[in-house]
């Protein structure tokens, strides 16, 4: 277990806190602040209990440079309307310099102030030591809590953490609590769903499960490698020729174990990858030439829904089908509500999934959604996560 922000005293000390508010914007305006109310709570805490908080984040890709585009200042503006409370802002081109620092070393108690873009510097995701000091320099303690970049050892993330004490906030926390609870102890029987269009993103994941899942469900493009392995017509589909093999092996490995592992039986398909193309069913075995798969069929959302309500555990990580297009969304629907209606322990993998749980509205119904699709596939394919790696150990 990784120490949080409550098990260290923070009265009288500056915390330099890495969050994740990467949000979208248009026209300089954030059009959704969900990640910045998420990483409130940790703020809150710190605040309440007489530390001093500088913030930091990344947004977008300015490419290791200063761009405008991309400044963080509509973010302290969100910031301080969240709070209700004044958000010092210290921009730099360079992110720390000699003004930013004595901004950091006039904080009260109770104050709370954000710096710059981090990716303004190319060291940061270089995981530059001498990056990470400046950034030290401005604290006395580091809290990560930005799951969603805990996968890459940057300067913010990592580096950091030998230069201060180092600890999680509540959503890091939160996170290695039900992910790892999901994985490791888990109520049975634990079912795996994965989707997405490449069998090659989830080989770690699909393995890594085999050791621990009662059945493993899958759906989405990658489902296609897994039938034309298995000698089937695909027409059109998505496929990874060169993973057929591999496709073979996984199926052949979960098997051998005992592990259902579950294809599509039907496929709703397209005469051509457009909103408004031809529709049409087949059985996985029936797949005409020159259509393509683009969700799951009814016979699937059937079989896949009856597995899931009966799970005690499910995760989910990839979609069953382009449920972008309205026409190719039912089987990604289904899933979804077959796990809000399941009584399971619930947890969307980030992503492409979460997504969808916003598009169908059913982000309420399930037990937990990561902030991180990245990091949230690699802890699942049991990796270790360099931004959770560098915090202190309870």
């Not at 393995?207 to 298995?230: C, P, Q, R, V, W």
């Not at 492409?352 to 982000?363: C, T």
């Not at 990796?383 to 790696?389: Q, R």
Request: aromatic residues 6%; glycine residues 10%.
């Amino acid at each position: 277990m990784k120490k949080t922000v409550k098990d260290i005293d923070v009265k009288g000390k500056r915390a330099i806190v890495r969050c994740d508010f990467n949000v979208p914007m248009k026209e300089g305006k954030i059009t959704d602040d969900k990640r910045i109310v998420a990483a409130m709570p940790t703020v809150s805490y710190l605040l309440e209990n007489g530390a001093s908080v500088i913030l930091m984040s990344h947004l977008g890709r300015p490419k290791g440079k200063p761009n405008k585009e991309f400044t963080l200042e509509p973010v302290a503006e969100a910031i301080s309307a969240i709070l209700g409370k004044p958000v010092i802002w210290a921009p730099s081109d360079t992110v720390v310099d000699g003004c930013v620092k004595a901004k950091a070393e006039a904080l009260a108690p109770g104050e709370v102030m954000l710096i710059e873009n981090l990716r303004f510097r190319a060291e940061e995701e270089k995981n530059d030591p001498e990056f990470a000091k400046e950034l030290a320099s401005l604290a006395d303690i580091y809290v990560n809590d930005a799951f969603g970049t805990a996968h890459r050892a940057h300067a913010s993330t990592a580096g950091i953490a030998d230069y201060l004490p180092a600890v999680s906030g509540f959503l890091i926390e939160k996170e290695l609590k039900f992910l790892g609870e999901a994985v490791d102890d888990q109520k049975r029987p634990f079912v795996a769903i994965l989707g997405g269009s490449k069998v090659s993103d989830k080989i770690g994941v699909i393995e890594n499960l085999i050791e621990k899942a009662d059945t493993i469900i899958i759906g989405g493009g990658m489902a296609y490698t897994f039938l034309k392995s298995e000698g089937y017509e695909i027409g059109d589909s998505l496929c990874e020729e060169d993973r057929l093999e591999l496709a073979r092996e996984l199926k052949a490995k979960a098997q051998a174990k005992g592990i259902g592992f579950l294809l599509p039986l039907d496929s709703k398909l397209g005469d051509h990858f457009a909103e408004d193309c031809e529709t049409a069913f087949a059985d996985f075995d029936k797949m005409p030439k020159g259509w393509m798969g683009m969700d799951i069929g009814p016979k699937t959302i059937a079989l896949y829904s009856e597995t899931v309500k009966k799970a005690g555990t499910v995760i989910w990580n990839g979609p069953m089908g382009v449920f972008e297009f309205d026409a190719f969304a039912d089987g990604t629907r289904a899933v979804a509500e077959a796990m809000a209606e399941s009584g399971a322990v619930t947890v969307v993998g980030g992503g492409d999934s979460a997504a969808a749980m916003k598009k169908f509205g059913l982000e309420d119904k399930v037990t937990h959604i990561s902030t991180g699709g990245g990091a949230s596939l690699e802890f699942l394919e049991g990796k270790v996560l360099p931004g959770v790696e560098a915090l202190e150990d309870r």
